[in-house]
């Protein structure tokens, strides 16, 4: 038996004004949009905000709905409307942020199992790497280098080969 050891870097800043001024934007732009989410039972609003490799922005806000697992979450409504309005063109780096109602705002969002692993999907597409950047609407900002990072062991299409 081996016993393996996974770890891996991430940049953690105090808040967003230690950040680069793209990526400040960026998250600036996610904090925004959570205002569009349509959150009615959680009441945690989400917004994320995708920068393409084309210089274009994309966003989405978690859609709940009255049958709670028709619901979806704001990274993947991002990600199916890039993938709709934008096909072929790769994520530079996504931002993710999010409004609690009911609670602080100050915790980095930690994106849901199914998320990372569209995320993953969608950066094996493209085959390029998407950068993640997690914040509240205040607070410590977290940048993950790739969304493989946030799947460790993650199933991708050459587990089939
Ligand atoms: N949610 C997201 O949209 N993204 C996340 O990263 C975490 C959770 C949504 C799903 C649901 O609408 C609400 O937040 C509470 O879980």
Do not use: W
Not at 19 to 35: I, K, N, Y
């Amino acid at each position: 038996m081996n016993r393996k050891t996974y770890h891996f870097d991430y940049d953690l800043y105090s808040d967003i004004s230690e950040l680069p001024g793209s990526d400040a934007r960026l998250l600036e732009s996610a904090r925004v949009v959570t205002a569009d989410a349509y959150a009615p039972y959680s009441h945690f609003h989400v917004g994320a905000a995708a920068m393409l490799t084309n210089g274009e922005l994309v966003k989405g806000t978690n859609q709940e709905n009255a049958a709670y697992p028709v619901g979806i979450c704001a990274e993947r409504v991002l990600l199916s409307a890039a993938a709709s309005f934008f096909p072929d063109v790769p994520i530079h780096t996504i931002a993710i942020s999010y409004h609690n109602l009911k609670g602080k705002s100050t915790i980095p969002v930690s994106p849901c199992g199914i998320c990372r692993q569209s995320l993953l999907e969608y950066e094996t597409r493209m085959q390029q790497p998407i950068r993640i950047i997690l914040a509240g609407l205040e607070g410590e900002v977290l940048v993950v280098h790739t969304a493989a990072d946030l799947l460790p062991l993650g199933f991708t299409a050459t587990d089939m080969a």
